[in-house]
């Protein structure tokens, strides 16, 4: 898998830095789009992850995006990472 960082990380939250690099370091060992699914699905059962990021899928993509400190029901302008697969 191709891991692309396309902006900068805030760590606003405490868990955020952790959460990052274990979401970073999980997405580099898959090897297909159905693992990718598998980490998300996994991230996305925690609570910190959602309240830190939002991500979405595209046709050969996932990207990951942070969440706005002032309002998390936003997310931030840029993306914070692609994968592609």
Partial sequence: MKVIIESMF????????ETFIKLVNSLVL???E???RNVMQHFAQSTTFNTIFAY???????????RMIT???????????????
């Fill in 30 to 32: 898959t090897k297909d």
């Fill in 34 to 36: 159905t693992e990718v």
């Fill in 10 to 17: 805030f760590g606003w939250h405490e868990n955020a830095p």
């Fill in 71 to 85: 309002a998390p029901e936003k997310i931030m302008e840029n993306r914070l990472l692609i994968v592609e697969f």
């Fill in 56 to 66: 979405g899928f595209g046709a050969h993509h996932i990207w990951v995006a942070q």
